[in-house]
């Protein structure tokens, strides 16, 4: 899988355990350098060689649950949701996201997001004993704030969309939220199917092999304009669940949801 050699924390944590592949140093992942980041040592330590696994899951949940807002009235092909995509001035969401547990559990996280057109989002993850993260794309970089940690990073937004064309959608959160890329360059559709209770589940798969997912069914109403649940898969081993409420299209959303001032005194960690 091709993923970032940016892990900074991550690094940090994991260098003495011989975690880090070449596989990780051709592209970029904000996301998930930052949620690798938010476990502290003890967790890392303990949790062994499980802990990179865990990461992606999470990070992944987080990422595949920004496809919803493109869920078109015609969800036959790729094409539609680009054309649907397009259409959208703004968005809100809450979403539950749920990852497997070794005990067989689920950990729940609990996610707001906000959209505004063309290239700016905001999101609000709340993630319990390790605290809150914040990521804010401004349009030209995208900002994650730890609250806990108090570690800021910074990319450039161009940057992650070069990467992804290049090796995959390894990072969807820049995709899904951006109108100029084309989601039919990156997935296939690979059946559109009708449910009971007026429902559709579509199932994607990514063009390249990304490494932490295969595929992801998506569980949408029929007439397209809301979503209500996707599952994420590797290996037909569910790895992430996430759930829909307070889904709305087009709310009036103030432009100061997506700007971010940095805190004063605090380091900016660049990732390239």
Do not use: C, H
Not at 21 to 49: A, D, E, I
Not at 147 to 157: E, G, I, P, V
Not at 196 to 217: A, F, M, Q
């Amino acid at each position: 899988m091709p993923q970032a050699a940016l892990f900074l924390l991550l690094f940090f944590f994991m260098q003495s355990r011989g975690f880090l592949s070449k596989v990780l140093s051709r592209s970029s992942n904000l996301f998930f350098t930052v949620l690798s980041s938010y476990l502290p040592p003890q967790r890392v330590q303990s949790s062994g060689s499980s802990i990179f696994d865990d990461m992606k899951k999470i990070s992944y949940a987080f990422l595949f649950s920004l496809f919803f807002f493109i869920s078109p009235a015609n969800a036959d092909s790729l094409s539609s949701l680009d054309i649907e995509r397009a259409s959208l001035r703004s968005l809100s969401f809450t979403a539950t996201i749920e990852t497997p547990k070794p005990n067989g559990r689920m950990s729940k996280m609990e996610m707001k997001y906000y959209y505004l057109s063309p290239n700016k989002f905001r999101s609000e993850l709340k993630m319990g004993i390790e605290g809150n993260l914040l990521t804010v794309s401004d349009g030209t970089f995208i900002w994650s704030w730890q609250n806990r940690t108090k570690k800021l990073y910074r990319q450039a937004r161009n940057k992650l969309i070069e990467n992804f064309k290049l090796f995959g959608p390894f990072d969807p959160i820049t995709a899904f939220s951006a109108p100029d890329i084309s989601l039919s360059e990156l997935f296939e559709l690979k059946s559109s199917l009708p449910m009971r209770n007026s429902e559709r589940k579509l199932i994607l798969t990514p063009k390249k092999n990304v490494g932490s997912y295969d595929r992801i069914e998506l569980i949408i109403e029929d007439n397209g304009k809301k979503p209500i649940q996707a599952t994420v898969w590797k290996k037909n081993i569910l790895t992430a669940k996430i759930t829909f409420t307070n889904y709305i299209k087009n709310p009036q959303l103030s432009n100061s949801l997506f700007v971010f001032e940095p805190p004063r005194g605090i380091r900016i960690n660049e990732l390239r």
